[in-house]
C-alpha cells in the first residue's frame, strides 16, 4: 500500500518513523510550511533523513496541489497533526481516502484545544479517535478510539505526552493496518452528543482567585504547559504552572482575602482563593524562565497582604 504522512511536529515524526520501522511503503511527506525565519519541522526532517520527497503547499485548494497528489498514485493518507484546512478534493484522492488522528473521544470537543478542555471542564475521562476526515470540523467517521482516565493530578502535558501521545501513534498504525485488510470500519459520529469549544488561549487561561480551588485547579493543570494559566501581581503578568489546592474545612474562616499572598516559603508561597489557598510551587514571570514560585517571590520581594489581582 502506497501511504502519504502528512502532518507536523513531534507527533507527525513519530507516526512517519513507526510506518518506516515496520516497513511500510511511505512514498511521501506534506508537513505544513515553516514560518519565515523558523527552523525545519521535526517532521520535514525526517522525511528527508529517509530520502521521501517532502511537499509544503500553503494551500490545499489549489487543483495544481490535488494534481501533484495524483501523480503520486496514493492508496492512502495518514494525517498526523494536521492544522491547515484540507478539503475533501485532496482527502479522497488516495484509493482508500484519508485517515487521521484527533485528541479526544469524538464526537465530543472538536476544536484545536481537545485537550485542554477536558481537563479544565472536569471529566474523569477522554481519549482519542482515528476517523475519516470531511470538510467538516472533527465530524467525519469514526475508524479507532481509545481511552485513558484523567486524575486529579493529571496536566494537559502528563495525558498527551505520557498517553495521548504514544497511543495515538499506535492507534495510527491500527488504523492502517484495519484499511489494509479491507476491514475499517465507518462509524457516524452522534451529533446529539457533539461539543466543540474554541482554541484555549491567554483570554481563556486568566486565573480568578475568587473562584472555588476545584475551578482553579482543573485550569492551572489543563493549562500546563500551553497557554499557562496566569495571574497578575504589581500589574506584570505571571504564569502559574504547578500548585497545590489546600481546600478549607470551613470556608467562611479562612484568613486573607480573595488573592493575598497569606506566606512567603523557599519552596513556593500561599495565595487564597474562595474556599481554600494554594501552594504555588513553579511561575514564569512575563520577562522570564520558568523558576520555583520562592525564587520568584524573593525576586519580587512580597511585601505582607500583598495580593493578585
Known amino acids: 500500500m502506497r501511504i502519504v504522512v502528512h502532518g507536523q511536529q513531534a507527533f507527525g515524526k513519530a507516526v512517519l518513523e513507526a510506518l518506516l520501522k515496520r516497513g511500510d511503503n511511505v512514498i511521501g511527506v506534506y508537513v505544513a510550511p515553516e514560518k519565515p525565519g523558523a527552523k525545519a519541522d521535526p517532521l520535514k526532517e525526517a522525511a528527508l533523513a529517509a530520502n521521501l520527497p517532502v511537499y509544503q503547499p500553503a494551500s490545499y485548494k489549489d487543483p495544481k496541489v490535488w494534481d501533484e497528489f495524483k501523480a503520486l498514485k496514493p492508496d492512502l493518507q495518514v ?23 484527533h485528541p479526544s473521544l469524538l464526537p465530543a470537543y472538536r476544536g484545536a484545544s481537545a485537550i485542554n478542555w477536558p481537563i479544565i471542564k472536569g471529566e474523569k475521562e477522554t481519549g482519542l479517535s482515528i476517523f475519516w476526515p470531511d470538510n467538516g470540523l472533527d465530524t467525519g467517521d469514526i475508524l479507532v478510539q481509545k481511552k485513558t482516565p484523567i486524575s486529579d493530578t493529571d496536566t494537559l502535558g502528563t495525558v498527551y505526552f505520557d498517553r495521548l501521545f504514544p497511543m495515538g501513534v499506535e492507534a495510527m498504525l491500527e488504523g492502517v493496518d484495519l484499511v489494509k485488510a479491507g476491514k475499517a470500519p465507518k462509524i457516524k459520529q452522534d451529533e446529539s452528543k457533539a461539543t466543540y469549544e474554541g482554541k484555549c488561549g491567554p483570554d481563556n487561561a486568566k486565573i480568578d482567585w475568587g473562584k472555588p ?54 519552596d513556593g508561597y500561599t495565595v487564597v482563593c474562595a474556599d481554600g489557598r494554594f501552594k504555588v510551587t513553579r511561575v514564569q514571570p512575563a520577562d522570564g524562565k520558568k523558576m520555583d514560585a520562592g525564587e520568584w517571590a524573593k525576586s519580587a520581594n512580597i511585601p505582607p497582604k500583598a495580593r493578585f489581582t
Not at 504552572?241 to 474545612?249: C, E, G, I, N, V
Request: hydrophobic residues 40%.
Open 213 to 266: 480551588w476545584e475551578q482553579i485547579d482543573r485550569l492551572i493543570r489543563g493549562c500546563n504547559p500551553a497557554p499557562g494559566a496566569w495571574t497578575t501581581y504589581d500589574g506584570k503578568q505571571l504564569k502559574v504552572f504547578d500548585a497545590k489546592p489546600l481546600p478549607a474545612k470551613d470556608p467562611k474562616g479562612i484568613a486573607g482575602k480573595i488573592g493575598e499572598i497569606v506566606a512567603v516559603e523557599a
Open 79 to 101: 494525517m498526523a497533526f494536521v492544522t491547515l484546512f484540507v478539503p475533501e478534493e485532496f482527502l479522497n484522492i488516495p484509493t482508500h481516502g484519508s485517515i487521521q488522528y
